[in-house]
C-alpha cells in the first residue's frame, strides 16, 4: 500500500468573512495549501443539513448538503446578491468561532434573497438537476417546508394526515408550499454546483477528499420521515428504540444518541437497497467514506424510547458481512474507512477483518485508561499497514490539552514509550505526531488543531454536550509558510509524501 497523509479539517472551520467556512476561495486556497505540505488526504466531517445543536451527524437529510457552505461570493458573481449586502451581513465578532445563531438569521436571510432574485424556475440545469436527484430531492424539500409551516417542529409532531404522508395532504402540501418547496431545491442546487466544482479542483491538485458519514440518520430528517418502513418505528411513527452507547470510562451514563434505528429484517429484504443508494451517493460527492460507529453493524446498542441515559440499552446484532458484501456486489469494491472505535469485541474485530476495510487508530488511546478497548491496538509499533493512524479525532481533545488532563503515570507512560524526557511539554505533541508517522499504518490523519499545537479552545466536539461544539474556526494567519514546510518535510522524512 502507498504510504500517504492527510490534515482533518472540517469545511465549517475554513477562514471566511462571512461566518463561517465555506465553499469560497478560502477552500480552494486550503487545497493549494494542502499540496504544497505534501499532503494526500483532505478529511472533512458530514456535509449535511444541520439541525437543532449543529451537529454534522444529527442532520435533516442523509443526502442534503448544508446550505451555510454555499460561498456567498459566488451569488454575487451570478449577480443575485450585491457585495454590499453580503458586507452588511452580522455573522459573529470572533474570527476563530461560529455563531450559529446569528449564521441561521442572516445567511437564511441573503440565500432567500439570492432565491428571490434567481429567476430558477427558467434555469435548465436546475431542471436537470431536480429531475436527476428527485429520488430524494422532493421529498426532503417538502419536508422542510412543512416543517417551516408546523413552526420548525419534530415530523412526529406534525398533523397525522401529513405525518403519515396520506396522499391527500401530500398534495395539498405540494400546492400550498410550492415556492418554498421551489426555494430550498435551489439551496440543494447551488450546493452542489459548488461542491463538486471545489471536488474537481482538489482532485486536480492530487488531493482526495475523504467524507463522513454517520451510520444513523436524525429521528426529525426527511429519511425517517419518508420510509419509516425501515426503521423501528410503531403503527404511528413514533420510535420503540433508540440508538447511542453504553457507559464507559468518558460517559458514566453511557450516550444516548436519540436516532431511530434500523428496521434490519427489512433491509435485508430489498437486499439492502437503502444502504447501497446511500454509499453509491456517497461516492459520488467523496473519493474514500468513512463511516462512524462501524461497530454498530455487528452489534449496535439499542434504547428503550423515552429513556433519560442510556443506561437501560443492551445489544443486538446487526447485519454484519451481508450487507457489505451486497455493496460490493452492486458498487464493486469501494474506498471505506471503518471507525472501530470504542468498545471492541472478537465479532467486531472479525467484521472490520472480513470487510477488508482499514480501521482507525488513534494514539490518544493508547495511554489513556478512561478508553475501554485495548491500549495495546493503539500503541503504534502495533498499526499494521490496513489501518489510518491519528492523533485524535474531532471527538477528542486535542492533543496538547490530552496530554495535560491525563494522569501523571500516563504521562510518564508517553515519555517512556516515546523515550523522550527532555522535549519541553509545549513541544510533545509534535514528537507525538512523528511518532505515527513512522508507523507501518498506510495513512495518517492529523487534526489541523494538534499540527497548530492548540489547546481544547479549539476543540471540535465534546460527546454527550450540547451549546459549545462544532464552532471552532481556523484564522487564515495560521497557515503559515514556515508550518506547510514543516509538515512537508515530516511527510517527506517518512515516506508519507504527495508526489502528484
Known amino acids: 500500500m502507498q504510504r500517504s497523509a492527510g490534515i482533518l479539517l472540517p469545511v465549517s472551520s475554513l477562514p471566511s468573512p462571512y461566518g463561517i467556512g465555506c465553499f469560497s476561495q478560502e477552500a480552494y486556497d486550503f ?175 492530487g488531493i482526495r477528499i475523504i467524507g463522513d458519514i454517520p451510520i444513523y440518520v436524525a429521528l426529525d430528517s426527511a429519511d425517517a420521515w419518508a420510509n419509516p418502513q425501515m426503521f423501528q418505528l410503531d403503527e404511528d411513527n413514533i420510535p420503540t428504540a433508540v440508538a447511542g452507547v453504553p457507559p464507559d470510562g468518558f460517559s458514566p451514563t453511557g450516550q444516548l444518541w436519540g436516532n431511530p434505528l434500523y428496521r434490519w429484517e427489512k433491509h435485508r429484504e430489498t ?39 442510556a443506561a437501560p440499552g443492551h445489544w443486538e446484532k446487526g447485519p454484519g458481512i451481508e450487507l457489505f458484501r451486497a455493496v460490493e456486489q452492486a458498487l464493486g469494491k469501494r474506498e471505506i474507512i471503518a471507525e472501530d472505535l470504542g468498545y471492541m469485541s472478537e465479532t467486531v474485530r472479525q467484521l472490520v477483518q472480513d470487510s477488508g476495510f482499514p480501521g482507525m487508530k488513534v494514539l490518544e488511546f493508547a495511554f489513556d485508561s478512561r478508553d475501554t478497548g485495548s491500549a495495546s491496538d493503539y500503541l503504534p509499533h502495533n498499526y499494521p499497514v490496513n489501518s489510518v493512524a491519528y492523533t485524535g479525532t474531532h471527538d477528542n481533545e486535542t492533543l496538547v490539552s490530552w496530554y495535560q488532563t491525563i494522569t501523571s503515570a500516563e504521562r510518564t507512560l508517553v515519555r517512556d514509550y516515546l523515550y523522550d524526557y527532555t522535549t519541553p511539554e509545549t513541544q510533545l505533541y509534535k514528537s507525538m505526531i512523528a511518532l505515527i508517522f513512522r508507523s507501518a499504518a498506510a495513512t495518517c490523519i492529523i487534526p489541523m488543531q494538534d499540527w497548530l499545537g492548540l489547546d481544547n479552545s479549539a476543540r471540535i ?37 504527495n508526489w502528484a
Open 31 to 205: 487545497v493549494d495549501w494542502l499540496k504544497e505540505a505534501g499532503q494526500t488526504y483532505w478529511q472533512i466531517l458530514p456535509l449535511g443539513v444541520t439541525s437543532y445543536g449543529d451537529s454534522p451527524y444529527q442532520s435533516f437529510s442523509a443526502f442534503a448538503g448544508n446550505p451555510y457552505f454555499i460561498s456567498l461570493d459566488e451569488l454575487v458573481k451570478e449577480g443575485v446578491l450585491t457585495a454590499e449586502e453580503c458586507k452588511k451581513a452580522k455573522f459573529g465578532r470572533k474570527a476563530d468561532d461560529i455563531d450559529y445563531s446569528q449564521l441561521y438569521k442572516e445567511r437564511g436571510r441573503l440565500l432567500r434573497l439570492a432565491y428571490s432574485r434567481s429567476d430558477i424556475g427558467h434555469n435548465e440545469a436546475f431542471a436537470a438537476f431536480c429531475e436527476k436527484n428527485k429520488w430524494w430531492l422532493d421529498d426532503f424539500a417538502l419536508f422542510m417546508a412543512v416543517k417551516g409551516r408546523f413552526e420548525g417542529k419534530p415530523w412526529i409532531e406534525w398533523a397525522e394526515d401529513i405525518r403519515l404522508r396520506w396522499q391527500n395532504a401530500m398534495d395539498y402540501y405540494r400546492r400550498e408550499l410550492y415556492f418554498e418547496v421551489e426555494y430550498y431545491k435551489y439551496l440543494q442546487f447551488k450546493f452542489d454546483q459548488q461542491w463538486r466544482t471545489l471536488k474537481a479542483y482538489a482532485n486536480e491538485k
Open 271 to 309: 437486499g439492502y437497497q437503502w444502504w447501497i443508494t446511500r454509499l453509491w451517493y456517497c461516492f459520488e460527492l467523496y473519493d474514500v467514506v468513512r463511516i462512524d460507529h462501524f461497530r454498530g453493524f455487528d452489534e449496535y446498542f439499542s434504547i428503550p424510547y423515552g429513556s433519560e441515559t
Open 461 to 497: 466536539n465534546k460527546p454527550s454536550t450540547v451549546g459549545e461544539n462544532w464552532r471552532w474556526r481556523l484564522k487564515k494567519s495560521q497557515l503559515t509558510p514556515k508550518l506547510q514546510k514543516e509538515i512537508c518535510n515530516i511527510t517527506t522524512r517518512y515516506g508519507r509524501m
